[in-house]
Each structure stands twice: as structure tokens, then as C-alpha cells.
């Protein structure tokens, strides 16, 4: 979690609103949907492999997912002006790992 706020703080994504975050939740909501869907990429991967190799793609996966539980989060804490962020900046910040 602390690598993504520092992402935020450093990039000067940190607009924040006088009156909460605008956006923010819709904002973390596709981050961590970002997460998932790489999670079940995994999952998929996973699915063809054996032994110790999809062992270690299942926690790759599941590792993924609770890093999108924690992102999104983090943004909705920060209560970033979402809407204030231009189109690549929330590109960057759903995107980010």
C-alpha cells in the first residue's frame, strides 16, 4: 500500500477536495477491478500448469487480489479529487502495480 501512495503523492496526483474525494470511489473501484482481472489471468495460467508452478501462479494470484482490495482502499482514503485528474493520470493510477 505504501508504494501506491507514494505513486500518488509523488506523481502529484494528490489534488484534494475541500469537500471529500469526488471520484474516488469510482476510482479505486476500477483500480481493483484492474487487480482482478490480472488475478484471474493467473487463475487461467494457473489452471495449466501442475505441482509447485500453479502453487506459486495461485498465490501469485491471490497476493494480486488482496493488493486490489488495498489499493482501492488507499485511494478512497486519500480522498483524492478524482475528477479534477485528467484521463492519463487516472489511467496511471488504475493501471499501476
Known amino acids: 500500500m505504501q508504494p501506491l501512495l507514494k505513486l500518488i503523492a509523488g506523481a502529484g496526483f494528490l489534488a484534494l477536495a475541500a469537500c471529500g474525494g469526488k471520484g474516488d470511489d469510482k ?3 476500477q483500480a481493483q477491478e484492474a487487480m482482478e482481472n490480472r488475478a484471474d489471468a493467473m487463475d487461467a495460467m494457473a489452471d495449466n500448469m501442475s505441482g509447485t508452478a500453479e502453487d506459486m501462479m ?6 494480486t487480489r488482496e493488493a486490489g482490495d488495498a489499493k482501492e ?7 483524492i479529487n478524482a475528477d479534477a485528474l485528467s484521463n492519463a493520470q487516472k489511467s496511471e493510477i488504475i493501471n499501476a502495480m
Do not use: T, Y
Open 27 to 29: 476510482l479505486g473501484d
Open 73 to 79: 482502499e488507499a485511494i478512497d482514503d486519500s480522498d
Open 58 to 63: 495461485q498465490a501469485k494470484a491471490d497476493a
